[in-house]
């Protein structure tokens, strides 16, 4: 889970849950939760913040087909239904630099509440929010603390989406030209896949400002596409689904004729 994904991820859950109340929550072991909105198609969702499986999306499934015993008597799910209770979604913002969403939630009267949902790994978290000041927390710390703040921006990296380009370009292309290497390394959000990728992307031509150019309106296409990686070129993997198709084919032919023979002895 990237920033880039989240970030994505938000735009197209919030506008579907906005001005819906939290109805029902299930806790899914000691990382997971599970909200139910009330959307009319049935979809719950889901949050995940143990580091093997971070997530964050929308699905259909029942509690006890994500969980052998989802719980609803837990003390986070009790301070949330106190606390929650008769409120609505109002907005979702994402933390553009980190893999950190907020969600707020707020009565007429004007009653705010915020659940906070970090995905940074082994520090993952969903918090529960009045003003500044932690209510519950899903995954408690051996030490515990009273008040929210929101990771900090990396003094060392630049953002990849409002710097300068001749700044992001003066960046890749220094210490020996390593794009790779030193786009994961100095730019917000930046993988060592989204490293290759551009590394790819420049290789293929026809000039490092193209290919920025064209990673950057990927990443912030509003209709993103799934893009499969192999560490074979694909041609290789080509050839060889190709002969295996060819093999099975032999093998289904064979087959059929020994038993025609079987059938007519």
Known sequence: MDIFLLNR????????????RPRRLWQLGHTDLLVDFNQRDGRRLRISTDPLRLGIYLTSREPRQLHDQPRTDTGFVGLWRKHL???R?????????????????SDDAGEERRVVVCLTGRTSNVYLLAGGAIICELRQRDIPVDLYTDPKPPADRLDPLTSPYRDIARLITGEGGQIEAEAARGLIGFTPLHGRELAARVSRGPSLAAAWESMV?????????????????????????DAV???????????????GRGSTG
């Open 217 to 241: 309106t990927d990443l912030t296409s509003p209709t993103g596409q799934p893009t499969i990686y192999s560490k074979p070129s694909l041609d290789l993997v080509r050839e060889e689904l």
């Open 89 to 105: 979604l109002v907005a979702g913002e994402p933390l553009v630099y980190d893999r950190v969403g907020h969600f707020v939630l």
């Open 9 to 20: 991820l938000a735009a197209e859950i919030a506008p579907s849950l906005l001005g819906h």
């Open 245 to 259: 198709a060819e093999l099975l084919g032999r093998v289904g032919n064979s087959q059929c004729f020994s038993s």
């Open 85 to 87: 209770d008769g409120l």
